[in-house]
């Protein structure tokens, strides 16, 4: 359905605006990860941006339960400290064998491996290594 030049997403979607320096970054990002993506069942751009965009919900909502809880004191390229509020003590965060590890709870899937990747450029650099965020509760 056309209104005055607009044609009206199908019923059980939205439509919205981004710039176009933006759609040219999602799009760039989407061929160039064509493969990786279509191997998690992302076929398509419009499927790619709505991953990205429930992929961002989901860092906010870790960041947003753990921030008052754990704050990143510094980031290097393989190690991320924190400061963990909760048992008020220092936890680290380490890049190894191509997976994230929390040395203080020896753990690959703990709330500080989580809070990591709700930090965006930690996020962002996990991501170009080809490290997926684990799956937490």
Known sequence: MVHSGYVM?????????ISDYNYERFK????????ALARKGI???SGYVTYMLEEAVERDRTFARCA???EALFVEEDRIVLQD?????IAEVVLQQGEVFCLFCESK?????G??????????????????????P
């Open 43 to 45: 076929n398509s751009f």
């Open 85 to 89: 509020n909760i048992h008020n003590r």
């Open 9 to 17: 997403p199908k019923e059980g979607f939205k439509s919205i605006t």
């Open 115 to 136: 809070y990591v990747f709700s930090i965006p450029e930690v996020y962002r650099t996990l991501d170009n290594k080809g490290i997926n965020k684990p799956d937490l």
């Open 28 to 35: 760039e990002a989407f061929q160039t990860n064509k493969q």
């Open 109 to 113: 899937d703990c709330v500080h491996v």
């Open 68 to 70: 008052p809880k754990l």
